[in-house]
């Protein structure tokens, strides 16, 4: 008897002219007029869900290499048009259930993407009645036509979640989810509870390799994994790759079974490493219900701003501050080195007795030790000095962090190598092999999607990722990745790809089994293999040893250890949202202020240490929480996007690389315009220095707005070039950067002030979706991109008084409460 194996299920080898991909096929599926070719793993996971959704799976969750990509629209147009077919036809059951098809992400664009996308000759915007949520619950479609969700009850909707939770009065059939839109965990929450709260038959989600979907239903779980992606390609074969529509790219080159290792020592790195290490492992183990001493939570903080940096701490400290990521190493060194545990008892004061002098010690040793003169630093321009001579005409790509941690790489990249900082945090180009030199080099931070490419492209990460981010080694973005990780810490990145990948296999295991698709290929589990090195960086001499070795025995203890240090570095550290400190604890209660606005009677909690979007008069501006009045009007985000309008605008008129460039030219001149002031001494002296270059500018308190950002840039450019001049910056005044940054400014302040004359018109006809003067103002200044779903994205509320203040939960700040939180007075806030 033959064998019959998951791919003889999900790509039958006989399939007819009847077929569905056959049928599509044939009439040829076209992206902006050039031809779509659904690949054999298209076919695979469009198949596989048809079979879960056919036998009564209520949620399915597909789990793809990280990148960005588009197969969440995918999903909703093949299940709205086998549901169409099966209309037509009225033959064999079809396997989605009655109700509207919702595509739910974080600006996914599905309305725009479905209307560059035709089947021969038909639109499928039309053809499968494609409509978007607007925030106030009801729909409309391409031509502008408002209904009730109700009225289309076998449409196919659009739900972009920075509107927040609308509801559609109706319950829904399907609701995909493209949780590779979403940043955090609480926006996919969100959308689970969108979904209950509409009653969903069924559930799908797409997700990148390595994210988990958490307890709250019975998952079917299939994670493409590197061994199943060789089976498909080995098996089947690939196609030609073009756009995001489809997975063919990740076939494009046989895919790695598991990331690769550069392996460097540093004795005196490595023990004050594990000194810390292991003292916060101590602390954890403190079995008390008080929060952690400060001090100790600012080691943890220290020690990750300090393990993932590779050049000057105070270079890096410099952006960290700029882009509002938190305290710099030097002012957290400056509070562990003073911070006392005195007064304690207790736990806390035998930790104190104990565990507190050597951990201290430890993180303060390292912080002088990488402070001076990082020898990681050599390292990585070692590393791409191999790359480039041993992977040549690869484009490099290196991953941090941070954004913060990605512009003072770069910086230090650049110093190095040449070139400008800015070109390297641009994205590479997909499609494209770039050039040797510094085109090839780029540094880009883990927040940064890259589409899937079928060129060649090698990641380095530093570092072992977080367990929550294991899944980066195994991204689609590139074809080979090397994590760069110190001997003790080898085994312990060697174990959490071998957890992982036994993870995936066990999930598909047992889908495979409920689903009766017959045999799975058995996973390899090879011991990672080192690309590079061990390498002594102590000394002068980064060349590799010739026989690479690793204290096993070390390497194993310190893996159980790290473990152990990964959970409360994660809780004390966790990526934050725009404007919000990235060393805040995820959970722990931030400072708030009560608003009660108008006409709902909504109390929003705002930290009360931001500043946020007010229109006053005809101006657009931005105001600390502590100026707001009675009588305020405050733009305030709807949902999961919690961005300004402006900055929403401004990403509409250009790509992510585009906006990244602007904030690190920005960032140029505030860090220009500070070391001038620091040279001088005070404003008046750097408005004294201006003058004497012939400048304008009427006070020294405007000058001191260019530096703490109230105001982008000087409105004459060549203030922009005087300060570069006096600050002795290269980066500004080489290649014509000063002339780029005041074209920039320019455009946003026009931006600005047509917010200013047209933002609350523009919301309200964007509210009645009729296009008046006020959005043909904005849709002309945006490059004629209609941007009424961008204004659908916030709430214009009056304030009708300002409260007092207490601490709330970071999750809870900015966002709507519920009902009884609602109803309560601001002026109960202590």
């Known amino acids: 008897m033959a064998r019959v194996t998951y791919l003889d299920c999900l790509v039958p080898p006989d399939a007819g002219p009847a077929d569905f991909f056959e049928r599509v096929q044939a009439l040829r599926m076209t992206d902006r007029g050039r031809t779509v070719d659904l690949g054999p793993l298209d076919r695979a996971t469009l198949t596989l869900l048809s079979r879960a959704l056919a036998s009564d799976q209520r949620s399915v969750y597909l789990s793809l290499p990280r990148g960005r990509h588009d197969l969440a629209v995918l999903i909703g147009i093949y299940l709205q048009l086998i549901r169409r077919g099966a209309e037509l036809t009225g ?69 972009n979640t920075a509107l927040g939770r609308p509801s559609l009065g109706t319950r829904v059939g399907t609701v995909v989810i493209d949780r590779t839109s979403m940043a955090n965990d609480q926006s996919w929450e969100r959308a689970l509870a969108w979904a209950s709260e509409h009653d969903a038959a069924r559930v799908v989600a797409v997700a990148d390799l390595g994210t988990q979907p958490g307890s709250s239903r019975a998952w079917t779980q299939w994670p493409w994994t590197p061994a199943l992606r060789t089976d498909v390609r080995h098996t ?409 309008l402006h900055d929403r605008l401004v990403m509409v008129m250009h790509d992510s690389a585009e906006v990244t460039a602007m904030d690190t030219m920005i960032g140029f001149f505030r860090q220009a315009i500070t070391a001038v002031h620091d040279q001088r001494g005070s404003w008046p002296n750097v408005l004294t220095a201006l003058k004497s270059l012939g400048s304008e500018v009427s006070s020294w308190q405007a000058v001191s707005k260019w530096a703490d950002g109230s105001v982008i840039a000087p409105e004459d450019p060549q203030d922009i070039h005087r300060v570069a001049l006096l600050a002795r910056d290269t980066r500004l005044t080489a290649g014509g950067t000063w002339q780029r940054l005041a074209r920039m400014a320019e455009e946003l302040r026009r931006l600005h002030r047509a917010l200013g004359h047209s933002a609350a018109a523009a919301m309200t006809e964007a509210a009645r979706g009729t296009e008046g003067p006020a959005l043909r103002q904005l849709k002309t200044l945006c490059s004629g991109i209609d941007v009424s779903e961008v204004l659908e994205e916030f709430d214009l509320v009056v304030v009708r008084c300002v409260g007092g203040q207490k601490s709330v939960p970071t999750a809870a700040l900015g966002r709507i409460p519920g009902p009884r939180s609602a109803s309560s007075s601001p002026q109960e806030a202590p």
């Not at 993932?308 to 060194?333: E, F, K, N, P, Y």
């Not at 207790?346 to 050597?358: A, S």
């Not at 060129?455 to 981010?469: F, I, Y």
């Open 91 to 159: 033959g064999s059951p079809c396997p989605v259930p009655d109700g509207p098809v919702v595509v739910v992400g974080l600006r996914t664009n599905v309305t725009v993407r479905l209307a560059q996308l035709a089947i021969g000759r038909q639109n499928l915007s039309r053809a499968l009645r494609m409509q978007r949520i607007r925030g106030d619950g009801r729909v409309v479609d391409l031509q502008g036509k408002i209904t009730r969700a109700v009225d289309s009850p076998s449409g196919l909707f659009y739900l």
């Open 236 to 644: 089947l074969g690939h196609r030609p790759t073009y756009g995001p529509l489809t997975s063919n790219a990740l076939l494009a080159h046989r895919p790695a079974a598991a990331p690769s290792a550069a392996v460097y020592r540093h004795e005196q790195l490595a023990q004050l490493y594990r000194t810390v290490v292991a003292g916060v492992v101590a602390a954890r183990r403190v079995h008390t219900s008080e929060p952690w001493p400060q001090p100790i939570a600012d080691a943890v903080r220290l020690l990750n701003l300090l393990w993932c940096s590779w050049g000057s701490i105070g270079r890096q400290d410099a952006w960290q501050v700029l882009m509002g990521r938190g305290s710099s190493a030097r002012a957290l060194a400056r509070s562990v080195s003073h911070g006392t545990l005195e007064g304690r008892a207790g736990p806390w004061g035998l930790f104190r007795e104990t565990q507190w002098p050597d951990l201290r010690r430890g993180v303060l040793d390292l912080y002088e030790l990488l402070y001076e003169d990082n020898p990681r630093r050599h390292l990585l321009l070692a590393l791409i000095d191999w790359a480039r001579a041993d992977r040549a005409g690869v484009p490099v790509l290196v991953r941090t962090r941070s954004r913060s941690a990605a512009a003072a790489v770069a910086e230090e990249l650049a110093d190095a190598l040449g070139g400008d900082a800015d070109s390297l945090l641009l994205a590479p180009r997909p499609g494209l092999a770039a050039s040797r030199g510094a085109g090839a080099l780029h540094v880009m931070p883990y927040t940064e999607r890259l589409a899937w490419d079928a060129s060649p492209r090698l990641e380095l990460h530093l570092g072992v990722p977080s367990a929550l981010r294991t899944g980066v080694l195994f991204s689609g973005a590139a074809d080979e990745h090397v994590a760069v990780v110190e001997q003790s810490e080898y085994t312990w990145l060697e174990r959490s790809a071998s957890r992982a990948l036994h993870g995936w296999h066990e999930q598909i295991r047992q889908s495979a089994a409920v689903l009766r698709l017959g045999e799975i290929p058995e996973p390899a589990a090879p011991p990672l293999p080192i690309a590079y090195g061990p390498v002594d960086i102590s000394g002068p001499s980064s060349a590799p040893d010739d026989s690479p070795q690793c204290n096993s025995r070390l390497a194993l203890d310190l893996s159980a250890l790290f473990e152990d240090y990964d959970a409360p570095a994660r809780a004390i550290c966790t990526p934050a949202g725009p404007g919000r400190s990235a060393t805040a604890p995820a959970d722990d209660p931030a400072p708030a202020t009560a608003v009660l606005t108008e006409p709902e009677g909504t109390v929003l909690w705002l930290r009360s240490d931001e500043q946020v979007d007010v229109l006053i008069g005809q101006r657009y501006a931005r105001v600390p929480v502590a100026a707001l009045t009675p009588g305020s009007r405050l733009l305030r985000a709807r949902g999961d996007g919690q961005s300004r």
